[in-house]
């Protein structure tokens, strides 16, 4: 199973970001689906989790902000981030667990997408 993430880059504080995480491969049944984030010199943190019937959590931090969702048959999960703050600035990873047909749980990453919120 291969994740590739779409739609960092730079935005303004208070703006906008929409990103995407497409699965794909040999895939049986995604599970749980992840955001995590990174910033320069931080730990790795959760900032969101969707499970397959779309219940979510999130951060404290971006709660009212951040919205993840998916999309089952296109195999991908969303995170729209609004009002954006410079202390989100960060490289965002999106992780997914995999149920194979061997009933066997593995959990995959993304490589990473920038994102950058700065006047």
């Known amino acids: 199973v291969q994740l590739v993430e779409s739609g960092g880059g730079l935005v303004q504080p208070g703006g906008s970001l929409k990103l995407s995480c497409e699965a794909s491969g040999s895939i049986f049944s995604l599970t749980v689906m992840r955001w995590y984030r990174q910033a320069p010199g931080k730990e790795r943190e959760q900032v969101a989790q969707?499970?397959?019937?779309?219940?979510?959590t999130y951060v404290d931090s971006v709660k009212g902000r951040f919205t993840i969702s998916r999309d089952n048959a296109k195999n991908t999960v969303y995170l729209q981030m609004n009002s954006l703050k410079p202390e989100d600035t960060a490289v965002y990873y999106c992780?997914?667990?995999?149920?194979?047909?061997?009933?066997?749980?593995?959990?995959?990453w993304g490589q990473g997408t920038q994102v950058t919120v700065s006047s």
């Open positions: 992780n997914a667990d995999h149920l194979g047909t061997n009933y066997i749980v593995s959990t995959f």
């Open positions: 969707i499970g397959k019937s779309g219940r979510t």
